[in-house]
């Protein structure tokens, strides 16, 4: 036998010699019995309706100082997707209705993008680019579409606003797609 046999049989007969009940020192069921028909405390109208207004407009108000936080963040001028140049409009005639046309740093932006769009597009999945591709599409009616309308009604300032729109998103469709791609190709770990 070993020591942790002789430490096993001195615990079991310890055991064994310690008393089977122990009464209590005095009787404790009147207030048990007092305590279970005892009606329950009264709450105020402050632990309900209160409480739970407060909590709401705390909720409330932290989701609002958070989102104000986080919208107005600075964008990285590091992140992999660029902003989009900001859309020039000069008083002369040309594409954008019969008064406006793009600004030069749009139009220089646009080229520059539309330049290597497609080679960008030749590195991505099948499905992402048709969806891509389906999208600079639908832009591009748009596009066409607001200036047919803009031919007949010049002075629409909705359509030059929808116009201008229509524009920004295309470059930051393309501005997009550049972007990724040339992150995808920054990565070491593909």
Do not use: C
Not at 70 to 75: A, D
Not at 152 to 170: I, K, T
């Amino acid at each position: 036998m070993n020591e942790y046999d002789d430490f096993e049989k001195e615990l079991t007969a310890s055991a064994a010699a310690l008393p089977k009940a122990v009464a209590p020192e005095r009787d404790l069921w009147p207030d048990i019995e007092r305590a279970i028909t005892a009606p329950a405390p009264r709450r105020s109208g402050w632990d309900s309706v209160w409480a739970r207004a407060a909590s709401v407009l705390l909720l409330v108000g932290a989701s609002s100082g958070i989102t104000y936080l986080l919208v107005n963040e600075p964008v990285d001028p590091t992140s992999p997707v660029a902003e989009a140049p900001q859309l020039v409009f000069e008083s002369a005639a040309g594409r954008f209705g019969s008064q406006y046309h793009l600004g030069p740093g749009y139009v220089d932006a646009r080229q520059d993008l539309a330049g290597s769009l497609d080679e960008k597009l030749a590195a991505m999945p099948d499905e992402t680019r048709q969806e891509v591709m389906a999208n600079l599409e639908t832009i591009r009616k748009a596009i066409d579409e607001i200036n047919r309308a803009l031919a007949e009604q010049p002075d629409n300032v909705l359509l030059q606003e929808l116009l201008r729109g229509s524009y920004r998103e295309e470059l930051d469709l393309m501005i997009k797609v550049d972007g990724v791609a040339s992150a995808a190709m920054r990565r070491g770990d593909i």
